[in-house]
């Protein structure tokens, strides 16, 4: 397998690290207000993802470092041609980060619910502005000759892009209630329960309808591939276990349900890394915006040492943490 094929995997495999992680913590964050009647029920959900969510997001920073670093040609066109969507995306990030961490130090109804209104919103706005960026490289942006973004913020709202956001952030809302359904008891879990149950047959067919205009837009026939598959059939797996209460099954099949969301993209994406609406001869590929052979043969070393170690601290992390959660405690 030559080097740029391994990378755009890897890259791939960090994106939906990235939303499967990420994504049930954005879930929760979306839901918090929703779940709990009171201020010890929002302390509770919020507390299910007190030790990990700042930890999860270190993949989105590590999924961006990956493209500078292996293909440094897609990295300059994206985030110099999404800068404003990434300011908002950062501006998400930012504000959801310090509503976690502040709305607790000062006693006041008034100054929680604004943090619980912002927090929401922060949540809200990741995986939506992600998934419109996701959804422009598959679509299809302005870009010219000299690989640079020749369009407005206005080009990047693709219908197909909207869709994506879209998908994830129903995506996030479902893992996240399945998340808290494994993690909390009492009346916040069968909340979540309830609404898990109302939200994965609309979800599933949010899902299906990507799939199907993913596949229709990458124009390679009818039959959808295995990865596009098994997100649909991960869905309905949820929809199993949640109907019958096995929490664990249906946070596992969510998990694989976000996991292979994200991937059919990237499966239908490869080799290009950004299909351009002006010239497909001006589409960028792994061939033309990988770095030399050289770099990536030491990166592919460095990512084999330090990756293991990134997954069994996270692992550990969440074994320590893996008692369930109530309002009283």
């Known amino acids: 397998m030559e080097f740029t094929t391994l990378w755009f995997i890897l890259i791939a495999v960090l994106w939906a690290g990235f939303f499967v992680l990420e994504g049930f913590d954005l879930g929760v964050g979306m839901l918090h207000g929703l779940l709990s009647r009171d201020e010890a029920g929002r302390r509770a959900v919020l507390h299910t993802i007190g030790p990990v969510w700042d930890g999860n997001e270190v993949w989105l920073v ?12 897609w990295y300059a066109t994206l985030f110099s041609g999404f800068y404003l969507a990434l300011v908002l995306l950062l501006a998400g990030l930012i504000v959801r980060g310090i509503a976690i961490e502040y709305r607790d130090r000062v006693d006041g109804a008034g100054w929680r619910r604004t943090w619980t209104v912002l927090l929401t919103a922060g949540s809200l706005t990741v995986p939506l502005v992600l998934g419109i960026a996701l959804g422009g490289l598959l679509h299809g942006v302005p870009i010219g000759g000299d690989q640079e973004y020749a ?23 479902l893992h996240g209630a399945t998340f808290l359904a494994l993690k909390t008891s009492g009346e916040i879990r069968e909340r979540a329960h309830r609404l898990a149950r109302r939200t994965v ?5 949010v899902v299906l309808a990507f ?27 949820a929809a199993w276990a949640i109907s019958s209460s096995h929490d664990g099954w249906a946070f596992g099949a969510t998990t694989l349900a976000m996991a292979a969301t994200v991937a059919s993209l990237f499966t239908e994406l490869y080799p290009g890394v950004m299909v351009s609406s002006t010239d497909s001869a001006f589409d960028l590929t792994v061939h033309n915006t990988a770095s030399g052979p050289y770099a990536l043969k030491v990166m592919t ?11 069994v601290y996270q692992g550990w992390t969440y074994h320590v943490f893996r008692q369930r959660i109530s309002a009283d405690r």
């Open 62 to 73: 590590t999924a961006g470092a990956a493209m500078f670093a292996a293909f440094p040609g």
């Open 151 to 173: 369009g407005t913020f206005a080009d990047l709202f693709t219908g197909y892009g909207v869709f994506t956001g879209i998908t994830l952030t129903v995506l996030c809302v």
């Open 201 to 205: 047959l609309p979800v599933g067919l």
């Open 211 to 237: 799939v199907f205009w993913t596949r229709s837009l990458a124009d390679r026939g009818i039959l959808v591939n295995l990865v596009e598959l098994a997100a649909v059939l991960a869905v309905a797996a």
């Open 301 to 311: 070393v460095v990512a084999l040492v330090l990756l293991p170690v990134v997954l």
